[in-house]
T-cell receptor, first 113, second 115 residues
């Protein structure tokens, strides 16, 4: 069965500092991996996704993520965090086309000025 | 990009009543839609998979008679919470993958409060 672990429940970074949010997955085949962001009381917005090919994927808002098969990881990074990045971030894994997603527990990002 | 809408965005109801939540794909067709539930400060938990023209597939532990799902057309799925109780209060989110595509698009969510 698929599972996703986001080991950090909360992360606080200073504005302008770099960010890395960790995500580890468990899945028997090549996974479809996603990062979503959710602002309070809102739905989910897709930041980026990985299906195949280049293991470093670029997303919106300056985010990127790297798929490392050997570590079963798909960590999200941003070189310089903005105050507007404060939100909750979810890593998710899917089995393929149109399949259901399994979400991690989420990481709440706080940005201090 | 593809847009998914939900209606209503918020609903307050009395215990024992039923509430219907709509999920629409606005500019694409979706033979499959997913319904998730999110408790405060928790992740999204898949409740069921809604299939156009056939019965929904429910996740283990989800009462199908309590959470009725109807996928009436290629752009509309509805979730009806029957005989709602305070413990059903939650944030309900739907998602839809565009047919033939890998990415799922999420609705803005519906906040349900049962008094």
């Amino acid at each position: 069965a698929q599972s996703v672990t986001q080991p950090d429940i909360h992360i606080t970074v200073s504005e302008g500092a770099s960010l890395e949010l960790r995500c580890n997955y468990s899945y028997g085949a090549t996974p479809y991996l996603f990062w979503y962001v959710q602002s309070p009381g809102q739905g989910l917005q897709l930041l980026l996704k990985y299906f195949s090919g280049d293991t470093l994927v670029q997303g919106i808002k300056g985010f990127e993520a790297e798929f490392k098969r050997s570590q079963s990881s798909f960590n999200l990074r941003k070189p310089s965090v903005h105050w507007s990045d404060a939100a909750e971030y979810f890593c998710a894994v899917g089995a393929g086309y149109g399949n259901k997603l399994v979400f991690g527990a989420g990481t709440i990002l706080r940005v201090k000025s | 990009g593809a847009v998914v809408s939900q209606h209503p965005s918020r609903v307050i109801c009395k215990s024992g009543t039923s509430v219907k939540i709509e999920c629409r794909s606005l500019d694409f067709q979706a033979t499959t839609m997913f319904w998730y539930r999110q408790f405060p400060k928790q992740s999204l938990m898949l409740m069921a998979t809604s299939n156009e023209g056939s019965k929904a597939t429910y996740e283990q532990g989800v009462e199908k008679d309590k959470f009725l799902i109807n996928h009436a057309s290629l752009t509309l799925s509805t979730l009806t919470v029957t005989s709602a109780h305070p413990e059903d209060s939650s944030f309900y989110i739907c998602s839809a993958p565009q047919d033939g595509q890998e990415t799922q698009y999420f609705g803005p969510g519906t906040r349900l409060l049962v008094l």
